[in-house]
Each structure stands twice: as C-alpha cells, then as structure tokens.
C-alpha cells in the first residue's frame, strides 16, 4: 500500500514538473499583446504609455541596460539592431523661448551700377517704413537681384534679423580733389520697406589710388511679429546727392575692371536673414 501511493506521488510530481516546465517554455517564447488581442512583436502595446522611471537598452540577463545621460536622445539603427543613446548639439526647444528656425544666406558680385558717372541723384533724404519699393517720389531706387529671397512664415510671433553688407566705391572726376556720394540702402519686405540707413563715401584727395575710395557699408535691423505667409525679401539702394554729376559710383562691385585698387569679389554684397520664432506646443 505504501508503494503504491509513493508511485503515485512521484507520477503527480512529473505531471506538475512537466506542466511547469510547458507553462515556462509558452512563456518565454509567447508574444504579449496590451490593447491588442493579435501582438505583433514580443511586447506589442496598443494605447498610451506612461514610464515612471528611467528607460534601459541594451541589457541582458544578467546585467541592466543603459539609462544614457541627462541630454541624450535614442536613436534607431535599423531593423534588428538595439537602438542606442545620442547626444545632440543643438538645444531642444522649450515652450515660452524664441528659437532660430531657419537662416537664409545669399551673395551678388553684380551690384549696381547704374548710379554711375553723369547719373543724377534723387535729393530724397526721408524714408519712412512702408513706401514702396516701385514709388519714385520716395525715391530711385535700384535693386542688388542676387539678393533676393521668399520664404514662409508660419508663426505670428517672431524675429526677422536682417544683416546686409556691401562694398561701396567712388572716383572722384580729378584724382587731387575731394568729392563725395551720399545714399541709402534699405530692405523691402513684399515690395514696402522695412529698413534703411543713409550713409556718405568721400574721396579726399586720393592721388595715391587715381581718386578712388573703398567703404564698406552695413545695415542690421530686426522686424517683430511678421504676418503669417508668404515673405520676399528685396534689397535696394538708391543715389541721394553727389558733389560732382561725374563721380563714379557703384554698389557691390568695383567702378571699372581695369583699376588695380578693387574687384567685384572683394565688394561684393552679402545678405544673411535670421527667422525666430516663439516656440509653443499644443496639447491632445
């Protein structure tokens, strides 16, 4: 009688060793489905997540995976690789800050030209933000083209930073005699200005360079809370008084190409626009 209940012990045990051992094994190869009664992965979650503590990756059995540093964002390496942490070089943005979005830079060696010798000035001295580009009564003025550039705002708060430079270069009609060009160059913004700063180049008698005067010319200006849409972007200069109807004039180049003193690359006009905006997010 004790045999037979001894032998019907140990049978019980292996039914159970082996159910356990079954249970195990479907465990361990089985696929969990959250919010999904068909998972398609080992761990396949259909809804909203929440993690409470630190997320690891790349860990085994027998060691925890990395946690990655305080900055650091993870970052996909294909189709059966572990992600991995990254670490970025530009900040993230945060709510409530204005950050760069985009940065447009251009270049013209053409310049202008056509404010040259026997080209009378304008005598306009006052500019006011809004006239238009086209109105001649505010002025000639006469466009750099390889200036030009569009693009798109899509946040009504926002900065446009514009940065405008360009070489200036008179000659006066006698090398022994002091002649000077005032002007004024601005940036139109859809075909109605938006910045603008006069300035004057002198030639004082400039023996030494045949009369000639080198200036470099600089405009920056920043523009708040430009509309939503579609920007153009022009930049334009004008003639307002010359000494002499002779003197040579030119803007983002040099006056003649056979002078020694200058080129079209060394007065060449740059233009650089800065587009910050206010950084918000929506939530669900």
């Known amino acids: 009688m004790f045999l037979i209940h001894t032998f019907a012990a140990l049978i019980m045990k292996r ?4 159910s356990a051992a079954g249970l195990l094994s479907f465990c361990v190869n089985a696929q969990v489905g959250i919010g999904t009664p068909s998972p398609k992965s080992t761990l396949d979650v259909n809804g909203k997540t929440t993690l409470r503590k630190e997320l690891r990756v790349g860990g085994t059995s027998d060691q925890a995976g990395n946690a990655g540093l305080n900055g650091q964002v993870l970052v996909s390496q294909g189709e059966g690789l572990p992600p991995v942490w990254k670490s970025l070089n530009v900040s993230f943005m945060e709510e409530g800050q204005y950050k760069l979005i985009n940065s ?16 009378a000035a304008d005598n306009v001295y006052i500019n006011n933000v809004g006239d238009l580009l086209t109105d001649t009564s505010k002025g000639v003025w006469s466009k750099i083209g390889g200036l030009e550039n569009n693009f798109i705002i899509k946040n009504g708060r926002n900065r446009l930073t514009y940065q405008f430079q360009t070489g200036i270069e008179m000659k006066a009609p006698a090398a022994n005699t002091s002649q000077s060009v005032t002007f004024t160059c601005g940036v139109f913004r859809n075909g109605r200005l938006v910045a603008v700063r006069p300035d004057k180049v002198v030639s004082n008698n400039n023996t030494e360079k045949a009369g000639i005067q080198d200036y470099i010319f600089t ?8 509309p939503i849409g579609n920007q153009k972007l022009e930049v334009a200069c004008r003639k307002i008084n010359s000494t002499h109807l002779n003197s040579q004039f030119t803007i983002g180049r040099n006056v003649s190409d056979t002078n020694t003193v200058s080129n079209a690359f060394t007065l060449e006009s740059v233009m650089k626009i800065d587009v910050i905006e206010y950084v918000t997010y929506k939530s669900n």
Do not use: A, K, P
């Open 15 to 18: 039914i159970i060793y082996s």
């Open 104 to 119: 447009y830079l251009s270049s013209d060696q053409t310049g202008i030209t056509n404010l040259s010798g026997g080209i």
């Open 219 to 226: 405009l920056n200006y920043t523009e708040q809370n430009v």
